[in-house]
């Protein structure tokens, strides 16, 4: 048997006619015919492709290329994996967000504090009992860089802005009309296309942030929603606000202010 498996493996099959190499397969494995049969024809199919590319060089240099082509593609495109876990990295497994900002750091918000990766190494910021610059909670639910880079942070308890040349988080209050800080659970940040900043809360309704001043200001930004929790803001390439509530459906606002309100029975395609 290999001794005949040698013989046609080593001829060119255009001196082998058809019949011939048929009748070899079946009298020499005649219990193997299926799968010899795809063997022999898959070595001979190479053999004949190797014949034909060194009679042609022009067939070797486009061999040679692709080859070239498919390694340094595989290599550059590969990828080593890493997994992050609790045991050593994470602050907690519970995440709310991922975000990547735009000095390419990645940032985690967990429901036990907020973890940052430079590509090297984790660092964990959680709340501390008496220092101010420190998360006002550990339950982290969004983050969000506006367009001139001011990267907002809205945890359960509060809204706050980080400071990456102090490495340190600022308050951003929202207070009831008395004075007093109501500690809103931050649930969704938007930037509109005119530049204005959208802060969504559960239990409070929509708000208004501007910053650039020497503070921040933030106040009620008074739209007719059916609801005051909120849970997500997104704007249309139309410019339209569309404002999703918790209980209550979704609420478009158009640029006229004029605003329908879309019941969760009755939700639109697409939303």
């Given at each position: 048997?290999?001794?005949?498996?040698?013989?046609?493996?080593?001829?060119?099959?255009?001196?082998?006619?058809?019949?011939?190499?048929?009748?070899?397969?079946?009298?020499?494995?005649?219990?193997?015919?299926?799968?010899?049969?795809?063997?022999?024809?898959?070595?001979?199919?190479?053999?004949?492709?190797?014949?034909?590319?060194?009679?042609?060089?022009?067939?070797?240099?486009?061999?040679?290329?692709?080859?070239?082509?498919?390694?340094?593609?595989?290599?550059?495109?590969?990828?080593?994996?890493?997994?992050?876990?609790?045991?050593?990295?994470?602050?907690?497994s519970n995440i709310n967000q991922i975000y990547q900002?735009?000095?390419?750091?990645?940032?985690?918000?967990?429901?036990?504090?907020?973890?940052?990766?430079?590509?090297?190494?984790?660092?964990?910021?959680?709340?501390?009992?008496?220092?101010?610059?420190?998360?006002?909670?550990?339950?982290?639910?969004?983050?969000?860089?506006?367009?001139?880079?001011?990267?907002?942070?809205?945890?359960?308890?509060?809204?706050?802005?980080?400071?990456?040349?102090?490495?340190?988080?600022?308050?951003?209050?929202?207070?009831?009309?008395?004075?007093?800080?109501?500690?809103?659970?931050?649930?969704?940040?938007?930037?509109?296309?005119?530049?204005?900043?959208?802060?969504?809360?559960?239990?409070?309704?929509?708000?208004?942030?501007?910053?650039?001043?020497?503070?921040?200001?933030?106040?009620?930004?008074?739209?007719?929603?059916?609801?005051?929790?909120?849970?997500?803001?997104?704007?249309?390439?139309?410019?339209?606000?569309?404002?999703?509530?918790?209980?209550?459906?979704?609420?478009?606002?158009?640029?006229?202010?004029?605003?329908?309100?879309?019941?969760?029975?009755?939700?639109?395609?697409?939303?």
């Open positions: 048997m290999v001794t005949s498996f040698s013989i046609i493996r080593f001829i060119p099959s255009q001196v082998i006619p058809r019949n011939v190499t048929h009748h070899l397969l079946y009298v020499t494995f005649p219990f193997y015919k299926g799968v010899f049969l795809h063997i022999m024809f898959a070595r001979i199919s190479v053999f004949n492709y190797f014949c034909i590319t060194i009679a042609n060089p022009n067939v070797i240099m486009k061999t040679l290329l692709s080859i070239l082509f498919l390694f340094f593609a595989t290599y550059g495109y590969s990828q080593s994996e890493k997994l992050f876990t609790v045991d050593r990295e994470l602050s907690n900002a735009k000095d390419g750091v990645i940032w985690i918000a967990t429901e036990d504090g907020l973890n940052r990766y430079d590509g090297a190494k984790f660092s964990v910021y959680k709340h501390k009992e008496g220092n101010d610059s420190s998360l006002v909670d550990n339950n982290v639910r969004i983050l969000f860089e506006d367009s001139k880079g001011n990267f907002l942070i809205g945890t359960q308890r509060g809204l706050q802005l980080y400071d990456p040349s102090t490495d340190l988080f600022k308050e951003i209050p929202i207070l009831y009309e008395t004075g007093i800080n109501m500690s809103a659970h931050i649930s969704t940040i938007l930037e509109r296309k005119n530049g204005e900043l959208l802060i969504g809360t559960s239990g409070h309704a929509v708000y208004s942030l501007t910053l650039g001043g020497t503070e921040p200001l933030i106040k009620e930004a008074q739209l007719p929603v059916p609801s005051f929790f909120i849970t997500y803001l997104f704007e249309d390439q139309n410019e339209n606000l569309w404002v999703s509530t918790e209980g209550k459906g979704y609420t478009a606002l158009t640029r006229q202010v004029k605003y329908i309100t879309i019941s969760s029975e009755k939700r639109m395609p697409g939303i």
